[in-house]
């Protein structure tokens, strides 16, 4: 699991773990090294001080050391570099998983919460992806620290006391030194465990932090919202924030977290941590008694103390680790299972060519669908063919099925039963991308980005600047885009630019009917993204929109039925079904009909267009 997350993570940023590596190998030989130049000059001095052997050993380690550190310090730096770029670049995997999702589980709210959750797994103590990252780290250091101070301390155990060192001998007998070589190591893995229990806790508590980060999102930011600004002043909602500062213990000292802190952790990681120091005194001892008895001179104690006790430590960080790991294993569970989701859509390989003449068909041959997880079919028995160049409208109340029609329509959903044919071939046996190419859409809760107003229409940053300059024009943006100092380089809104402007809502519509008409698709369909206007209005952006999409398909979607009312055909939806089909004046002759029906309930509406 760790293994794969530092597959994962190498996959977004090459250089990264190259450079862990060397940088780990460099900081766990580093001590040693230091250990052997103090320990060589000690020798000199306590033994046949002589002159130039010192200034010989002072110097090459001088140099060494210094060498070392400036690399260590270089290495450092490109690390911690790189490690940020890494930080961002992981959030690229989840980002292009939500990119490449089937629309139908990127709308399941599991799917969201599982994302959620990651995020705040993350932001809680880095579990999940981000500690497979250090726990590589630690891995390659333990390692190397291991070899390099079982090389250095093999001598202090094999170091033979004289004969003449009376009861000191027994520091000879190769059981007593297998003895102490065993409890130096168990005792050092004994209390990694320790603490490597210690760090389990922080996953007993992974709930309650989880509720504790959704809290704090939510409630810490909320002032920083700049569309809750005013409600949040109308409604005096302050009182209800400040409650929640107040009442909140997640993260408080008193709180479950302060506890654990306090309680079951602590004392695990300090009795580990005291392990190791009792450790590193017998260690003391068992040395100080062989250089006392003659077995080394008093220069080694200090290699072997310093080059034993950073092995201790390492031993003591690889078994912390191996319990690390085990408990990031669940966090990452998590993590892949997100990754993992499939896309269970079928994918077919026809493409659309892109025909000249535009000569598409589109026909529901008794369609039904029902959103997954919902017993309700939303959809039932549609039947329903349109040409190009066709103007056709759908209408019926909210909740009649308009907007799940046109979401199967492209492919944002399969149908469970019935097929949707283009030219007599069911759609799923097209490339999804190339099938697109057919559609331009404005959905209801369409969303412009933080981009200049040109690269918006466009949806690229290298786009037909003329092009685009039409098709706001065409849309009705003409005489504010001339306004506009820097005219399609405008920014929309200020978030990522100071010189950004705000739209209004219905100028917003404007740039989004501009991007249906640059893309130049056969097929243009609006669901409804004038909802939000009066229905005079409305009717209003939609008949012009009629003669500027000149030879193609449209689709008008709405619950008012006199927007609509030009078209070549209107399909009234009534609970999921096609209940009416037929022109406008056709449909109000049907006084028993649906269509009739609403017409009167909504003429109150637009007296004077009736
Ligand atoms: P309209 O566009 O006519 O207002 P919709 O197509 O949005 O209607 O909705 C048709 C039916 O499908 C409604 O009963 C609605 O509650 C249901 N529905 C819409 N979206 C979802 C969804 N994501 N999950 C479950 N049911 C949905």
Redesign the pocket.
């Known amino acids: 699991m760790n293994l794969r997350g530092v597959r994962e993570l190498h996959r977004v940023q090459k250089s990264y773990f190259p450079l862990l590596t060397v940088k780990c190998i460099f900081e766990a030989v580093s001590p040693y090294i230091t250990v052997f130049f103090s320990a060589q000059v000690l020798k000199e001095l306590a033994g046949l001080r002589r002159e130039e052997v010192l200034w010989n050993w002072v110097i090459a380690g001088t140099i060494c050391i210094c060498v070392l550190a400036i690399i260590n310090a270089f290495l450092k730096q490109r690390h911690e570099t790189l490690l940020n770029d890494l930080w961002g670049r992981k959030e690229i995997l989840f980002i292009h998983k939500m990119f490449s999702l089937d629309f139908s589980e990127l709308?399941k709210q599991e799917n969201h919460d599982l994302r959620a959750q990651i995020k705040q797994n993350e932001n809680w103590a880095s579990w999940g992806l981000m500690r497979s990252q250090r726990a590589y780290e630690r891995f390659v250091t333990g390692m190397i620290g291991m070899i390099s101070g079982i090389t250095l301390t093999v001598t202090l155990f094999t170091s033979p006391v004289p004969k003449t060192a009376g009861r000191l001998v027994i520091l000879n007998n190769p059981i007593f030194i297998l003895i102490f070589a065993a409890v130096m190591v168990g005792i050092s893995v004994f209390s990694g465990k320790l603490s490597g229990i210690a760090q389990k806790s922080w996953s007993n508590y992974a709930d309650f932090a989880t509720l504790g980060n959704r809290l704090f999102w939510h409630f810490g930011f909320i002032g920083l919202d700049k569309k809750r600004s005013v409600d949040i002043r109308m409604n005096d909602q302050q009182g209800l924030v400040a409650a929640y500062w107040d009442g909140n213990s997640v993260f408080g000292v008193d709180g479950p977290l302060g506890k654990m802190f306090m309680g079951k952790m602590g004392i695990y990681s300090s009795m580990g941590v005291c392990m190791t120091v009792l450790i590193t005194g017998f260690v003391y001892v068992f040395t100080c008694l062989k250089a006392w008895a003659g077995a080394f001179d008093v220069g080694s104690v200090t290699q072997y103390v310093g080059a034993a006790t950073a092995m201790i430590a390492n031993i003591f960080a690889f078994t912390e680790l191996i319990s690390l790991m085990e408990t990031n294993t669940s966090y990452l569970d998590k993590t892949f299972e997100f990754l993992d989701i499939p896309n269970a859509m079928y994918q077919g390989s026809l493409t659309t060519e892109k025909r000249s003449d535009r000569n598409y068909e589109i026909e529901f041959k008794d369609v039904s669908f029902k959103?997954p997880g919902?017993d309700?079919w939303?959809l039932r028995h549609v039947n329903m063919k349109f040409k190009v160049g066709q103007r056709l409208a759908i209408v019926?109340e909210?909740?009649?099925?308009?907007?799940?029609?046109i979401k199967l329509l492209c492919r944002l959903y399969d149908p469970q039963e019935g097929q949707i044919l283009l030219n007599g071939i069911d759609i799923r046996k097209y490339k999804y991308d190339d099938y697109m190419d057919i559609f331009s859409i404005v959905f209801q809760d369409f969303q412009l980005l933080c981009q200049p107003i040109g690269a918006n229409v466009a949806g690229n940053a290298d786009y037909d600047r003329d092009r685009a300059y039409k098709a706001l024009v065409d849309a009705g943006f003409g005489e504010r885009l001339e306004s506009l100092e820097k005219g399609l380089d405008t920014m929309i809104y200020k978030d990522l630019s100071d010189d950004g402007i705000d739209v209004s809502g219905g100028e917003a519509q404007k740039i989004a009917i501009a991007r249906a008409l640059y893309k130049d698709a056969p097929f243009i369909i609006l669901d409804e993204p004038t909802a939000a206007l009066d229905p005079i209005a409305e009717a209003e952006i939609y008949s012009k929109f009629d003669d500027i999409s000149g030879d193609k398909t449209a689709i008008y979607?709405s619950?008012r039925l006199s927007s609509c009312k030009f078209c070549d055909e209107i399909a009234v939806?009534g609970e999921?079904q096609v209940i009416q089909k037929g022109t406008h004046e056709k449909l109000l002759e049907d006084h028993a009909g649906k269509y009739y029906e609403l017409w009167n309930a909504q003429a109150q509406y637009y007296v004077e267009e009736v």
Request: aromatic share 16%; charged share 10%.
């Open positions: 709308d959103y919902s309700v939303s019926g909210n909740g009649s099925g308009k907007t799940t029609f979607i619950h939806f999921g």
